[in-house]
């Protein structure tokens, strides 16, 4: 018996630690399981211990911009001021933005991939996100030099941007040759830049370089008009320019179109979580995970090529 009593007890451990292991459990299971078994375990969950880095992008690409927003509130104020990292796609609220750079004085890593963003809610927000040094603004059809200049201007620290778009949604557009000089004149410690399908032409990109120094990483697959002299780049012995020309398929997470939440998915059980969840009595959302997945709510796709494995990915070669 006192070997035994030099062992703690895993209810006794401390709330950080509990956090440090919780990380390796789904955000289903955080939110559901863990705060019944025990009251410290409970108390560590609804502390800022697990919410440090918050992690939803996976979840939220199938869930309903509504609930997005709602989760996003409930976990941040979780994090009671400590939140570092933040990863969430298709937030669709300016209140859900203004939220995030409200309670973003440690937030170092931002994704927000397909958000609901606009140049005017961004020029308010970037102001108090001037701690961050990672960015990812893909797909976030909204914004465009503005809300980039705004953010460059505020953020000093920003040493990552992603501003990758998908070639369907720029079609219409006649050049984005704005967007690359607004990071040309505003963001000088970029040290990695992916613009991936960005329509900007050769003397943008020069300018980028021009100004960016310390660019170590250069991604401008898909950006046709962009023809750079190799003597020219030689000037940088430090950068990597990844692309033009494309030959394998992008970002395998950036775009699936297979992702849009379905009113009839399994994911409906979220609404009760990131809607009217009180913590205080998880046990009441056991109804929610039975039966998740009755066949009469499988969602199906279908594909006239039976080799089209990856067809919500595929992404055009260089012409």
């Known amino acids: 018996m006192e070997e035994c009593?030099?062992?703690?007890?895993?209810?006794?451990?401390?709330?950080?630690a509990l956090g440090l292991i919780f990380k390796n459990l789904s955000l289903r299971e955080v939110l559901t399981v863990v705060p019944r078994v025990c009251k410290s375990w409970g108390k560590a969950v609804k502390g800022p211990y697990c919410w440090q880095e918050i992690d939803i992008e996976e979840w939220s690409r199938n869930s309903k911009p509504e609930d997005v927003d709602r989760m996003v509130q409930?976990?941040?104020?979780?994090?009671?001021?400590?939140?570092?990292?933040?990863?969430?796609?298709?937030?669709?609220?300016?209140?859900?933005?203004?939220?995030?750079?409200?309670?973003?004085?440690?937030?170092?890593?931002?994704?927000?991939?397909?958000?609901e963003i606009n140049d005017s809610i961004m020029g308010k927000?970037?102001?108090?996100?001037?701690?961050?040094?990672?960015?990812?603004?893909?797909?976030?059809?909204?914004?465009?030099?503005?809300?980039?200049?705004?953010?460059?201007?505020?953020?000093?620290?920003?040493?990552?941007l992603r501003r990758i778009?998908?070639?369907?949604?720029?079609?219409n557009k006649l050049s984005q040759d704005d967007e690359a000089l607004a990071?040309?004149?505003?963001?000088?410690?970029?040290?990695?830049?992916?613009?991936?399908?960005?329509?900007?032409?050769?003397?943008?990109?020069?300018e980028i370089l021009k100004n960016c120094?310390?660019?170590?990483?250069?991604?401008?697959?898909?950006?046709?008009?962009?023809?750079?002299?190799?003597?020219f780049v030689k000037r940088f012995p430090k950068l990597k320019v990844v692309g033009p020309l494309v030959f394998d398929c992008y970002d395998m997470n950036g775009w699936d179109n297979?992702?849009?939440?379905?009113?009839?998915?399994?994911?409906?059980?979220?609404?009760?979580?990131?809607?009217?969840?009180?913590?205080?009595?998880?046990?009441m959302l056991d109804d929610f995970w039975e039966?998740?997945?009755?066949?009469?709510?499988?969602?199906?796709?279908?594909?006239?090529?039976?080799?089209?494995v990856d067809a919500g990915y595929d992404w055009p070669q260089s012409p």
């Open 74 to 115: 409930l976990l941040i104020t979780r994090s009671c001021g400590s939140l570092r990292k933040l990863s969430v796609s298709g937030l669709a609220g300016d209140q859900s933005i203004l939220f995030i750079a409200n309670h973003a004085q440690s937030l170092r890593t931002l994704r927000l991939p397909r958000s």
């Open 5 to 16: 009593s030099d062992f703690r007890k895993w209810d006794e451990l401390i709330p950080d």
């Open 125 to 160: 927000a970037a102001g108090m996100l001037s701690t961050i040094t990672f960015l990812d603004l893909s797909y976030c059809i909204n914004i465009g030099a503005q809300a980039l200049e705004a953010i460059g201007k505020h953020c000093k620290s920003l040493t990552t």
């Open 291 to 308: 039966d998740e997945h009755p066949i009469e709510d499988v969602e199906m796709w279908f594909y006239d090529d039976v080799n089209v």
């Open 258 to 283: 297979c992702s849009d939440y379905s009113g009839s998915s399994g994911y409906l059980a979220w609404d009760f979580v990131a809607g009217d969840m009180d913590d205080d009595d998880p046990e």
């Open 213 to 231: 120094i310390h660019l170590e990483l250069l991604d401008v697959r898909g950006c046709w008009n962009v023809n750079l002299d190799e003597k």
């Open 165 to 171: 778009m998908h070639p369907l949604e720029v079609i």
């Open 183 to 206: 990071i040309a004149t505003t963001m000088p410690r970029l040290k990695h830049l992916e613009i991936a399908y960005l329509l900007v032409d050769t003397s943008s990109i020069i």
